[in-house]
């Protein structure tokens, strides 16, 4: 009987506190007017550059032809948003301003229009919800590692990397993603892990060594455009719903073969469901 009465009374103390307990949510920032910086990040003086672009929302650009090894403009209208450039021991970093405050209105502007410099460059893209437009042909690219969350993407390589990367390293959330000119990219080693969405992977351009992708995702549909003449083994290890796959390309059991002049591109696709197209 002690007990109810202990257990009763502890109740309503918590009770009455509770009551008189608020949690004090953040204000939404409130944006100004828009403010464009210039930004000029001067080329290294020799060695491979590791460069690490950090962005939360909002729009992202990246195109070669920059004489240093970063130039371009941020337009903001919110001054935490304003991005900083920091260099230490492990390489240049741009990374946006602290905004902790959330929500985020919709009318926030927070818009990155960048240029890259062609010295040897290890490039590291950090983004959050946003919407990514990234032309790298040309680059001399050592390792690409991009980590997102959900977003909307196109990464084009138009011309070869002069560089052999070692890896190309796609993590993302829920997204639409293209990557196209992949052959140009010039990697050994392509690692594509994420959530749901749509992703297209076209391995269009010239092909100068062998590569191995691995394609781990959720509920995804996923397109790989591989050209006709080009030598590509495909294994599935997965629950896929659907799969699609073109002239030319012959099945054994869960590989999927494509005869044509070397080198090789060589394929594993874990996927929990969704569903796979192979085309040209």
């Given amino acids: 009987m002690s007990y109810k009465i202990i257990s ?3 109740i309503l103390a ?3 506190l509770a009551c008189g307990f608020s949690v004090a949510l953040p204000k939404a920032p409130t944006p100004g007017p828009n403010v464009t910086g210039n930004i000029t990040v001067p080329a290294p003086s020799s060695g491979t ?5 950090n962005f939360g929302a909002g729009e992202l650009n990246l195109n070669p032809g920059a004489q240093n090894l970063v130039e371009g403009t941020a337009t903001y209208n919110v001054p935490d948003l304003k991005p900083q450039v920091i260099t230490d ?3 240049i970093q741009i990374k946006q301003g602290d905004l902790k405050d959330i929500p985020y209105p919709s009318n926030i502007k927070n818009n990155w229009d960048f240029k890259l410099g062609n010295m040897p460059m290890d490039l590291t893209i950090n983004a959050g919800a ?3 437009t990234f032309e790298l042909g040309g680059l001399s690219l050592t390792n690409l590692t991009v980590k997102d969350g959900a977003s909307n993407v196109k990464l084009s390589f138009s011309q070869a990397n002069p560089s052999e990367m070692t890896i190309f390293r796609y993590e ?7 990557l196209s000119g992949l052959a140009n990219a010039n990697f050994s080693t392509m690692i594509l892990d ?14 100068k060594r062998d590569a191995t992708i691995t394609i781990s995702s ?3 549909n996923i397109i790989l455009v591989v050209p006709q003449n080009v030598n590509a083994n495909v294994t599935t290890e997965s629950g896929l719903a659907n799969i699609n796959a073109g002239s030319g390309w012959i099945q054994s059991g869960n590989q999927y073969n494509q005869a044509g002049s070397r080198p090789t591109l060589t394929f594993l696709i874990k996927t929990g469901a969704g569903n796979l197209t192979l085309t040209h």
């Fill in 172 to 178: 993302t959330g829920a997204s639409n993603v293209k």
């Fill in 8 to 10: 009763f009374g502890l």
């Fill in 194 to 207: 994420s959530g749901a969405g749509d992703y297209t992977l076209d391995f269009s351009g010239t092909l």
């Fill in 89 to 91: 021991s492990n390489g």
């Fill in 130 to 132: 946003y919407t990514g």
């Fill in 14 to 16: 918590l009770a009455t």
């Fill in 218 to 220: 959720g509920l995804s």
């Fill in 49 to 53: 550059t590791r460069l690490s672009i």
